[in-house]
């Protein structure tokens, strides 16, 4: 076994560090990366050297978080979907601003609970591929996030990707086996794809 320790050589400038060679955060040919150390070293400067204890919470940000989504949700509720994907953009946008220290759980929910919030806003104003992309990356981050199969199946139905609206809802269902919501979907979905299929064969 080698136990070699191989020096590495990097560099600081001002507040951040690089690799000595190439003056880079990320270097390839060095193969280093001091992307999480900067990121640490810059968060550990706005609190001045007041270290919290382990799993501290930011409890003002977490109330702006939760104040922009619920008021993404009224307007949502209030057929306002533009300032709704606008308001749930910034409490995403702000729960990636939570201090390192804290639980990633706490992102992880924010963030896939606003995105899946997005996706239903998309689909309001008929933005299929965006109220994909956001159930998606909802889904992604909670993978048990029944709502975001739902809304996920329903946009790719609407983009005629039936196959795969069949499999979002049917791995939905493997979470809520009961959800009626999701047997309507999986059943209209499975029917347009034997529609679209006879259609192709006819062809």
């Not at 977490?62 to 308001?87: F, W």
């Not at 759980?105 to 008929?126: F, K, Y």
Request: hydrophobic share 35%; charged share 30%.
């Amino acid at each position: 076994m080698n136990n070699t320790i191989k020096p590495v050589d990097l560099m600081i400038d001002g507040d951040m560090i690089y690799c000595r060679p190439h003056h880079l955060e990320t270097c390839s040919k060095c193969n280093l990366d001091f992307n999480s150390l900067n990121a640490l070293h810059k968060s550990l400067l706005q609190i001045n050297g007041d270290i919290p204890p382990p799993n501290a919470i930011n409890q003002k940000l977490a109330n702006q978080i939760n104040s922009l989504r619920e008021e993404g949700n009224k307007y949502y509720k209030a057929q306002n979907y533009p300032e709704a994907i606008k308001l749930y953009s910034l409490a995403i946008e702000m729960a990636f601003q939570r201090p390192v220290w804290e639980p990633c759980e706490l992102t992880r929910r924010d963030v896939s609970t606003c995105l899946i919030n997005r996706a239903a806003a998309h689909m309001a104003i008929n933005s299929w591929l965006n109220a994909y992309i956001d159930a998606e990356w909802g889904i992604r981050i909670k993978p048990d996030y029944v709502k975001g199969y739902f809304r996920k199946g329903k946009a790719l139905m609407e983009m005629k990707r039936y196959d795969e609206a069949v499999q979002a809802f049917e791995i939905g269902l493997g979470f809520e086996p009961s959800d009626k919501s999701l047997k309507d979907a999986l059943d209209e979905a499975r029917k347009l794809k034997k529609k679209s299929e006879d259609r192709d064969n006819f062809l």
